[in-house]
């Protein structure tokens, strides 16, 4: 698996995606290279302007029952489009493992986003970093299961 993937590249993003989400989807979840020894989830999401349904892998968090993924987009200056649509429509499902779940995105904002991120920081550090290298804010988006 590739790790010098452009991610400001639509096509490079989308072939990478593709893999990484058959490979998941193949072995009940689990994927190797870069994303080996974290947890990931597959993200559904639907368009904002298409209308399209549209799956992005994640790496994602826990803290009991409660799940959580980052918009980092890398240190991007802007926030991956994900973001966005699950702004317009925040029901939706994720795949765990082999497991679809129904779940709606809340944003965490204020100081306990801050909470978060540094927990979230703490365990994965390349998100402090990706916080570094830009001006705004990384959301932190809670998915509570429905």
């Known amino acids: 698996m590739t790790t010098s993937i452009d991610p400001t590249d639509p096509t490079d993003m989308a072939a990478f995606n593709k893999n990484v989400i058959d490979e998941f989807r193949t ?16 993200l559904h999401h639907v368009g904002l302007k298409s209308g399209i349904e549209r ?68 365990t994965m550090p390349m998100f402090a970093d990706y916080q570094r290298k830009t001006t705004r804010v990384i959301p932190v988006i809670e998915l509570v299961r429905d």
């Open 27 to 42: 072995n009940d979840g689990k994927v190797d290279g870069v994303f080996e020894e974290g947890t990931m989830l597959l």
């Open 55 to 122: 799956v992005n892998p994640l790496g994602y968090f826990t803290d009991g029952d409660r799940i959580f993924v980052v918009a980092s987009f890398g240190g991007s200056d802007v926030s991956p489009a994900w973001y966005y649509n699950l702004l317009a429509n925040p029901r939706t499902t994720v795949e765990i493992g082999p497991e679809t779940i129904a779940v709606t995105a809340r944003e965490v904002t204020g100081a306990e986003r801050d909470e978060r991120f540094a927990k979230i920081a703490e």
